[in-house]
């Protein structure tokens, strides 16, 4: 059982950078793909970004692109999320998410564990 928790959320101004931060606890956290989610109010939770057990490997959904970056150090048991340039749009609250396989996944459904949640919200 992995138990997840989330920090770094607040509220920004467009055009700042905010760094998320999820910890995890209760497994071998090196064993777990990692994906950060998002989902706004009246939508559907939807992908932002993963990285491979070993984190060798990076994916991102195509509006974060360039703007974001997942990173994960195994030895402290985190991943995190970098966002620069953050946009209105980019309001949601923000979940990590382990999965029990060497690559992450697009669909949230591919997940086993999930964290709590942190808000982040940006004004124009």
Not at 11 to 37: E, H, I, K, P, T
Not at 70 to 91: G, Y
Not at 95 to 120: H, I
Request: charged share 15%; with cysteine.
């Amino acid at each position: 059982q992995v138990q997840l928790v989330e920090s770094g959320g607040g509220v920004v101004q467009a055009g700042d950078s905010l760094r998320l931060s999820c910890a995890a606890s209760g497994g071998a956290f090196s064993n777990y793909a990692m994906g950060w989610f998002r989902q706004a109010p009246g939508k559907e939770r939807e992908f932002v970004a993963g990285i491979t057990r070993s984190g060798g490997n990076t994916w991102y959904a195509d509006s974060m692109k360039g703007r974001f970056t997942i990173s994960r150090d195994n030895a402290k048991n985190t991943v995190h999320l970098q966002m620069n340039s953050l946009k209105p749009e980019d309001t949601a609250a923000y979940f990590c998410a382990a999965r029990n396989s060497g690559w992450p996944a697009g669909s949230p459904n591919d997940y086993e564990y999930w964290g709590q949640g942190t808000q982040v919200s940006v004004s124009s």
